[in-house]
Each structure stands twice: as C-alpha cells, then as structure tokens.
Nanobody, 121 residues
C-alpha cells in the first residue's frame, strides 16, 4: 500500500504564509503527478495545484501568483508554499499522488488524510 502524510496546516492571519508538505511512502515504483486539492464542507473537492514528475505545474486561477507547488522526487514529497493568504483560502487541503507500483503502466490514485488551513480576516 501507499501512504500520504501531510503536515503544515494551521491558523494564520490574512496576508500570512503557510507551507504544506506531503510525503508518500510504501509500495512505490514511481510517482507521476502529485497535487493539492481543497474542499469546503458540502462542496466538491477542487484542484489547487499539480506538478508532474518532470516539474510542469498547473494552478487554479484563484491561487496563481500566490501559491507555489514543488516536489522532491528523491523523497517522494510534494510541497505547497502559500503566500498572501486570504480568508477564502480556508479549507481542508488534501494531497494527491498518481502512483505506479511496478514497471506496469497501471496508475493508482492515493489521497492524504487532509490538513486544515484557516485564514482569519
């Protein structure tokens, strides 16, 4: 199995910064894309940012210029640096990894347990 462990959430004032980390471990051959999603109660989970194994990135329009996603392939870890935080960034943030467990091309999606980010006005 594969486990994703997130850290770095918390409470911050508007305009502040937080850095989320997510480390993957277990039966990993290679990780394709890794990403961060967020979800408010009663709403759908939405993509915040994603990064491929080659370093190509994608961001939601709402976070462009404020958030930066990066990864350390040697450590199977993805990071999300969040700057200029706004109250509307308050959500539970989930890490996602698209994992290949062997040389076969089959890819499986795994999720972290979620970490709360709260931005006060």
């Amino acid at each position: 199995q594969v486990q994703l462990v997130e850290s770095g959430g918390g409470l911050v004032q508007a305009g502040g910064s937080l850095r989320l980390s997510c480390a993957a471990s277990g039966s990993i051959f290679i990780i394709n894309a890794m990403g961060w999603y967020r979800q408010a109660p009663g709403e759908q989970r939405e993509l915040v940012a994603a990064i491929t194994s080659g370093g190509s990135t994608t961001y939601a329009d709402s976070v462009k210029g404020r958030f930066t996603i990066s990864r350390d392939n040697a450590k199977n870890t993805v990071y999300l640096q969040m700057n200029s935080l706004k109250p509307e960034d308050t959500d539970v943030y989930y890490c996602n990894a698209a994992v290949r467990k062997s040389w076969r091309p089959t890819v499986e999606d795994y999720w972290g347990q979620g970490t709360q980010v709260t931005v006060s006005a």
